[in-house]
């Protein structure tokens, strides 16, 4: 939390610490914005789904409404929504012992799995149980989860620590002009 005592310093001073907290959340913003694309794009290399719009779609309002930081709430929310990706995200295929799918930069091959013959992708699916039934679809890692493991958590304090200092002092000396 950053606490300012402004005291004839400024020729406007009671305007300048009027603007302090609209100049803090601008800045966390813009800071924000841009450790949430670099987490996004290690979220992508982590979890090797294919599209990058498969991560930015699962993100909260994908940085924007709620997550944001406004004059009266100074924090910026970095949110991702959801279960497990659909494996049809991943580059995947069907071999003789089973789906293999490339999930966490890894082959994987699902035990006990096979494909429905003229569904493509979305055909895939393993069975439960040594039974013919139940079956359920094939998943792949949660954004949840992979947002708080691994190379992101790296990548989420080395962009924080570069990119928000000099974008709140940057929207703060505006604000003394």
Known sequence: ?????????????????????????RGLNEGGDKVR???????????????YASITSRMKDSGRGWARAA???????????????????FPVRNTGKGIDAKTWGVDHVFKRSF??????????RARTTSKRFPVRKLYGPALPKELTKGEVVK?????????????VLKHLLKAIR
Request: hydrophobic fraction near 45%; glycine fraction near 10%; charged fraction near 15%.
């Open 71 to 89: 004059p009266g709430r100074l924090a910026y929310q970095i949110v991702a929504t959801g279960k497990g990706m659909p494996i049809r995200e």
């Open 1 to 25: 939390m950053l606490v300012f005592s402004v005291k004839l310093l400024v020729p406007k001073a009671k305007a300048f610490e009027k603007a302090i907290p609209t100049a803090v959340a």
């Open 155 to 167: 990548v989420f304090y080395v962009s924080a620590q570069t990119n928000v200092p000099p974008a």
């Open 37 to 51: 694309t670099q987490v996004q794009r290690a979220l992508k290399t982590q979890t090797g789904v294919m599209k």
């Open 115 to 124: 494909g429905i013959v003229g569904r493509g992708v979305d055909g895939f």
